[in-house]
């Protein structure tokens, strides 16, 4: 099992930039995806973006796209997610989850919640205009 931790997350204005981290521990040699999903209250969790954990292919859901940027240092079981030009409908908890088997078919897959094992507990990100 992998337990994931991310980084306090922030408050920012319209326009600045944040990074989250998520550190995975336990087993994560068997980890195949991580990913970043976000959820605002009151509506169900929502893909970011995804990462195959050795760093081949990495998915972005279409309103982060440009903006956001996923990597993973898979030496130190770390994962990040680099946050640019962010507005206020950025704000959001933002979650780091790990899929420790394959996903089938990855491009329409990747944002599937139930796709996820671990999952962390949730890092909050403000955006203000």
């Known amino acids: 099992e992998v337990q994931a931790v991310e980084s306090v997350g922030g408050s920012v204005q319209a326009g600045g930039s944040l990074r989250l981290f998520c550190a995975a521990s336990?087993?994560?040699?068997?980890?195949?995806?991580m990913a970043w999903f976000l959820q605002v209250p009151g509506q169900e969790r929502e893909g970011v973006a995804c990462?195959?954990?050795?760093?081949?292919?990495?998915y972005y859901a279409d309103p982060v796209k440009g903006r956001f940027t996923i990597s993973q240092d898979n030496s130190e079981n770390v994962l990040y997610l680099r946050m640019d030009s962010l507005k206020p409908e950025d704000t959001a908890m933002y979650y780091c989850?790990?899929?420790?088997?394959?996903?089938?078919?990855?491009?329409?897959?990747?944002?599937?919640?139930?796709?996820?094992?671990?999952w962390g507990q949730g890092t909050r990100v403000t955006v203000s205009s």
């Open positions: 989850a790990a899929a420790q088997h394959g996903i089938y078919p990855v491009s329409s897959r990747w944002d599937t919640e139930s796709e996820y094992n671990n």
């Open positions: 336990g087993y994560t040699y068997g980890t195949f995806y």
């Open positions: 990462i195959r954990w050795n760093g081949t292919s990495a």
